[in-house]
């Protein structure tokens, strides 16, 4: 296992996230988020891509009751809702951040730190070039003009962050010159189908970028599922029409990408009868595309 890191990152919206949102309504709130960030600065001292393991060992809820000072009860009840919500997972019985590496930034650390390793190499390299009398004036270059190793300002995410921005640019502009975009998404036909079909789901009564965007990336993870079909699968979920629980998705949720993806995957089907038997009368959608 890896060195413990010294931050986590945590954004400032934190508690306008819809999955927050929803624990801070349910009794003993407070408990569970505050479990939430100890199970994160848990991770982050152990450093191992957020699986939670002891010495090769899968944590256990006694294990995390000891150490994160909690009942046992309610790091259970925790960890249920954490899982439901897409938060964590498991994996041979392994408790797992889910993204961990991508909301905490680690691959960042991992890359800087290779980075500045393959620098120091080369840096060092360049010295003995001087000391041997050769290349002199590349090094001063190196330490009086573009980079100063010794400088507390250095920052690598910079360079980085624009090399990003370029190459996302480019995607975006080959998306534009090959007809991909927002042109070829009917965003209001995809709002009257989710209406007209999720009956159970508070109704969509305003289009903005922010769904227009998670629309565009719903399509690319629908793949061959159309909309209507997802929708569908939606309604007929118990789960997540509120039919088995107080609670209830809604739009945003169902679009979002990790929450999409577990909907396609069955893991909010009901257990005792199929899609297909809950909706029988597909005629009226059949002639709606929704293609990108």
């Known amino acids: 296992m890896a060195s413990a890191v010294q931050w986590i ?3 400032t919206d934190i508690f306008d996230d819809e999955k927050i949102l929803l624990i801070d309504s349910m009794p003993e709130a407070d408990k569970i988020i505050i479990i939430w960030f100890k199970l994160l600065c848990l991770a982050g001292k152990q450093n191992n891509k957020g699986v939670f393991m002891f010495k090769g060992v899968p944590y256990t809820t006694q294990m995390l009751s000891t150490i994160l000072h909690r009942d046992e009860d309610i790091i259970k009840k925790a960890l249920t809702i954490f899982e439901d919500y897409g938060m964590i997972h498991y994996e041979n019985n392994a408790i797992v951040i889910t993204n961990w590496g991508k909301h905490q930034s680690l691959d960042k650390i991992e890359a800087n730190a290779a980075y500045m390793r393959e620098y120091m190499r080369e840096y060092r390299k360049k010295q003995r070039d001087v000391a041997d009398g050769k290349d002199e004036h590349k090094v001063n270059d190196k330490v009086n003009g573009k980079v100063n190793i010794n400088s507390p300002d250095i920052d690598i995410e910079k360079d980085k ?3 990003i921005d370029k190459e996302n640019n480019k995607e975006d502009n ?8 927002d042109s070829k998404i009917n965003y209001n036909q995809i709002i009257a189908v989710f209406n007209e079909i999720c009956k159970s789901l508070p109704k969509v009564l305003k ?3 922010s769904r227009k965007k998670a629309l565009k990336d719903a399509q690319r993870h629908l793949g061959d ?4 079909d997802f929708f569908k699968r939606v309604e007929a979920s118990d789960f997540l029409t ?6 209830r998705a809604n739009f945003d949720w169902i679009i979002a ?3 999409m993806l577990k909907i396609l995957e069955g893991n909010f089907d009901n257990r005792n009868k199929s899609v297909k038997e809950n909706y029988t009368d597909i005629s009226k959608y059949q002639n709606m595309k929704m293609e990108v």
């Open 242 to 247: 509120g039919r088995k629980t107080d609670w």
């Open 174 to 181: 080959s998306k534009q010159s090959s007809g991909e975009g």
């Open 9 to 11: 990152k945590i954004t």
């Open 257 to 259: 990408q990790y929450n």
């Open 207 to 209: 289009l903005n970028d």
């Open 225 to 228: 599922t159309t909309f209507e």
């Open 161 to 163: 962050d624009k090399d």
